[in-house]
């Protein structure tokens, strides 16, 4: 499609378009182009810039933006990533869906008056987003909650998301913060074990087996600016964002 405008580094090439293309039958057509208003969501989620401050060579915002939405309440962003994480996996010469899931969170500061909001150990308000991949590091869930909520209770949030989505996985793994609550309740609820880390020397660094998938992952994620601090209202919509800025670094590893 003929853009009329240079491009941004984080637009689409035409061989990453031709791939997520087809996932967007269905929706409604409208003056601008659906390759065109994916761009300005990815420079978005890639630059950190707000709504209002999108370069005027991309659609207006309002447009960009009720287009984000209307992806998202749809489940376009859900479509496109477990999409990518399949094509991703098979082409590792793997199977589609993962057997073995590996457990992480991280937490950001918040700067908006968002739906749940907590006081972490260092007394400022935070929210933490909790994720599940595979063991290539392709994401599979993602919950965001307050970051008053322990890892062990708020972890199962995302990893019976991760099972909901992909019931093939057989076992997680997880480091030592998910003792107790987080193994009973996978086990109670879901009936699957939980692979523990644990270094086997203290006070000396150590590459844990699987663990590194996971922070690798959360590595990508920091690259996108929108996700270094918790600028939105909603809880979906930063899930959202976090699985916006997955499925581009899944684009760029095609």
């Known amino acids: ?45 890639d630059s950190g810039c707000k709504w209002r401050q999108l370069p005027h060579d991309f659609p207006p915002y309002s447009t960009v933006h009720s287009f984000y939405r209307r992806a998202r309440i749809s489940g376009l962003w859900d479509k496109i990533l477990e999409h990518l994480v399949k094509k991703t996996r098979t082409n590792a010469g793997r199977k589609e869906s993962p057997s073995y899931a590996i457990i992480d969170s991280q937490s950001v500061k918040t700067v908006a008056a968002s739906e749940e909001r907590g006081i972490d150990g260092g007394k400022n308000e935070r929210q933490e987003a909790a994720i599940v991949v595979d063991v290539l590091g392709c994401l599979l869930s993602v919950v965001v909650h307050a970051a008053n909520i322990h890892d062990t209770k708020g972890g199962i949030f995302a990893a019976k998301r ?51 998938v996971v922070e690798r992952t959360l590595s990508w994620l920091n690259h996108s600016r929108r996700l270094s601090k918790d600028y939105e209202i909603s809880l979906s919509s930063a899930e959202a964002m976090v699985k916006i800025s997955h499925f581009h670094t899944l684009l760029k590893r095609l």
């Open 162 to 212: 991760g099972y909901g989505r992909y019931p093939s996985i057989q076992k997680f793994c997880a480091d030592a913060g998910y003792r107790g609550t987080f193994v009973a309740d996978a086990k109670g609820q879901l009936g699957l074990d939980v692979d523990i880390s644990e270094k086997i020397k203290p006070h000396q660094w150590e590459k844990l087996p699987w663990r590194w």
């Open 1 to 45: 499609e003929a853009k009329g405008r240079k491009s941004y580094p984080s637009d689409l090439t035409d061989k990453q378009w031709e791939e997520i293309a087809p996932l967007y039958e269905g929706m409604r057509n409208c003056t601008w182009s659906k390759r065109e208003l994916t761009d300005a969501v990815l420079y978005l989620v």
